[in-house]
Nanobody, 123 residues
Framework: VQLQASGGGLVQAGGSLRLSCIAP????????MGWFRQRPGKERELVAA????????RYTDSVKGRFTVARDNAKNTVYLQMNSLEPEDTAVYYC?????????????????WGQGTQVTVSS
């Protein structure tokens, strides 16, 4: 599964961005998807995850109420809508795929990764 993330950029604090991750191929809808980020000097961390159907989601505490993960299986695409962005959200964001939503907070369970997209939030 090849994943292609896009949508990053430079935005002022309080602004919004929407990241997209497309996974061409017929198997996309069978995977749970995750969005991760890696801030400078920090380990890669889970931001949000979504089950194959979209019926289950998970968020790290720092983004709850600000970020929304969604997917469109007909378009083989998963999205991360990011609102009320803060300078602390500055990071390289990655999308990733795993077989099962259970355990989606475990980075080791993600089998496929996209290239990162840079998000920079200025104060």
């Amino acid at each position: 599964v090849q994943l292609q993330a896009s949508g990053g950029g430079l935005v002022q604090a309080g602004g919004s961005l929407r990241l997209s991750c497309i996974a061409p191929g017929r198997t996309f809808s069978s995977y749970a998807m995750g969005w991760f980020r890696q801030r400078p000097g920090k380990e890669r961390e889970l931001v949000a995850a979504i089950s194959w159907s979209g019926g289950n989601t998970r968020y790290t505490d720092s983004v709850k109420g600000r970020f929304t993960v969604a997917r469109d299986n007909a378009k083989n695409t998963v999205y991360l809508q990011m609102n009320s962005l803060e300078p602390e959200d500055t990071a390289v964001y990655y999308c990733a795929a795993r077989a099962d939503f259970r355990g989606s907070s475990d980075i080791g369970g993600y089998k496929y990764w996209g290239q990162g997209t840079q998000v920079t939030v200025s104060s």
